[in-house]
């Protein structure tokens, strides 16, 4: 009888009102025409981000979200706060003596710089925005110190999220927010293409600043023999020519802690990428050619921005390409 009645009323309704009722239930909702951008840690090679975003906006390619991480996060804020330019301007400005004088010394606490003065020209510049009133969704991905979870800042300070997210363990000091103890997030998610997944984004474009760095993962097979300091006294009695080499050799060939140190975090981000992007590909990848930009060569930028937008100019055809098929009616 409830049915009967049902369909009654839909028969008395005006032909008008079930055409318009119909043509509305088969009209497709809007889809977002933009790139949504997955921007990856790197450190000083973090300025190819810039040459990306430049890319983009002279080829007149709409960002619809960013979701970054390091100093991927750091560049994507800028930009989607409007303060590009002044980025830009200031990593270009930086020298090989200016980046040092950036740096703040702390010894004895739980990082070995407290931050980088770039701390107080981020301030300065940002601090009365909010990750929320930007125009477009923002997240920067940082890593819970305590129990490696990664967190997602899409909210609140725009300067803190930023901080946390490029903190680099043993490097900066961590950042606390909301009761948690926030690190670098390419510990946990180097390059955030499941960020832009979870927000619905049709088309994602990764920049990943270190595709080029070691090439596959291999596995090597060796005779357990070298010149291991551990073992120093044993080797020499039995090899007086390793003896000689390990006293008269080039310095170019010792490794030291920061170097170690810095290799090891390379090497880490690469194998957790390629591990994720496994998983969850996005629709393109942008790998702008780095390799020879060292971590910490941030007075380096005029090549880094260069690369990344040559790069990008490269991967234009495909990225338009890849719009008419996903935006295409």
């Known amino acids: 009888m409830m049915l009967d ?4 009323q839909a028969e008395r309704a005006p032909a008008d009102t079930r055409a318009d009722a ?35 906006d002279e080829a007149d390619i709409p960002v619809s979200m960013i979701a970054g991480t390091s100093i991927g996060a750091l560049v994507g804020g800028c930009y989607l706060a409007g303060r590009l330019d002044e980025l830009e301007a200031f990593a270009r400005s930086l020298t090989r003596r200016g980046f ?22 981020l301030v300065n510049t940002l601090k009365d925005i909010r990750i929320e009133d930007l125009d477009r969704p923002f997240v920067a991905v940082a890593t819970e110190g305590r129990n490696g979870h990664e967190v997602w800042l899409d909210s609140g300070s725009l300067v803190l999220a930023m901080r946390a997210s490029y903190a680099v363990p043993g490097i900066f000091q961590p950042v606390e927010c909301g009761g948690r103890r926030l690190s670098d997030g390419a510990l946990v998610n180097p390059v955030p293409v499941s960020v832009c997944r979870a927000y619905e984004q049709p088309l994602v474009v990764a920049v990943n600043l270190h595709y080029d760095l070691f090439g596959r993962a291999a596995v090597l097979r060796m005779r357990a023999e070298g010149s291991d300091p551990a073992g120093t006294a044993s080797v020499n009695a ?30 880490i981000q690469d ?9 969850d590909p996005p629709d393109l990848s942008v790998h702008p050619r780095v390799r020879d930009i060292g971590l910490s ?14 790069e990008t100019m490269r991967s234009m055809s ?5 719009q008419e098929c996903l935006y295409s009616p």
Request: hydrophobic content about 45%.
């Open 318 to 322: 495909e990225i338009r390409r890849l």
């Open 238 to 267: 039995v090899d007086p020519l390793l003896r000689t080499q390990m006293a008269t050799g080039n310095r170019r060939d010792r490794i030291g802690f920061a170097r170690s140190v810095v290799d090891a975090f390379n090497i």
């Open 22 to 56: 119909a043509a509305t239930s088969r009209t497709p909702k809007p889809r977002r025409k933009g790139v949504a951008l997955a921007l990856g840690g790197g450190a000083a090679r973090g300025w190819a981000h810039i040459g990306v975003l430049r890319a983009l």
């Open 297 to 310: 060569e941030f007075f380096r930028a005029k090549e880094c921005i260069a690369f990344g937008y040559e």
């Open 100 to 121: 040092m004088g950036l740096l703040d010394f702390r010894f004895g606490g739980e990082g070995l710089l407290g931050g980088m003065r770039l701390n107080a020209r």
């Open 5 to 8: 009645r049902i369909f009654k």
């Open 271 to 279: 194998r957790i990428s390629r591990s994720r992007l496994a998983g």
